[in-house]
């Protein structure tokens, strides 16, 4: 678990750690330095192409051009995916801390106002909780590692202190 998710759940008074539904971390820097590697290299090739078309006419250097540009778009959006950061959600004994990207959100089981689970492309479905202060929260069962299991321990919660399966009225 990141000790940032573990501070956040002690600022909380969220209590000791259940279980831990999250990927592990990716190394941001190292995945960058990939990519930049990987694009020196492309414009390195691109650059290449360039000077061989000046001395021909031929249509094969424009072509060239596109064939190296596909793995670009691809390559963007995996860095951009790994820079965002990853969803999970770390279980506690009085609480849930929510991991979206970079920010952190701490969520008391006190404060759980109604729970509905709902269906998704995922097996398990989505989770969507209700907070007394606060935004909805779902956890989506498709991005959870074994959400089955955090989503029963959720739904016995829900079960045991008669929550609703409704957006609560205020």
Do not use: C
Not at 27 to 48: E, F, N
Not at 88 to 99: D, K, M, N, P, T
Not at 114 to 141: C, F, H, Y
Not at 146 to 165: C, I, K, Q, T
């Amino acid at each position: 678990m990141p000790e940032s998710a573990a501070a956040v759940a002690r600022e909380h008074r969220l209590g000791v750690s259940v279980s831990v539904h999250a990927h592990p971390d990716v190394d941001h820097r190292r995945a960058a330095v990939y990519m930049l590697a990987a694009g020196a290299t492309a414009a390195a090739v691109l650059l290449a192409a360039e000077s061989s078309a000046a001395s021909t006419y031929s249509e094969l250097p424009r072509i060239s051009r596109v064939v190296l540009l596909l793995p670009v778009l691809p390559a963007a959006l995996w860095m951009a995916a790994v820079l965002r950061g990853r969803r999970g959600v770390y279980l506690f004994e009085r609480g849930l801390v929510v991991r979206e990207g970079r920010r952190l959100r701490a969520v008391p089981l006190a404060e759980v106002a109604a729970l509905k689970q709902m269906p998704s492309d995922s097996t398990e479905g989505d989770l969507k909780l209700w907070v007394r202060n606060g935004r909805p929260l779902v956890i989506s069962g498709l991005y959870t590692p074994d959400s089955a299991r955090l989503f029963a321990v959720l739904r016995r919660y829900a079960a045991r202190h008669g929550l609703p399966a409704k957006r609560p009225k205020h």
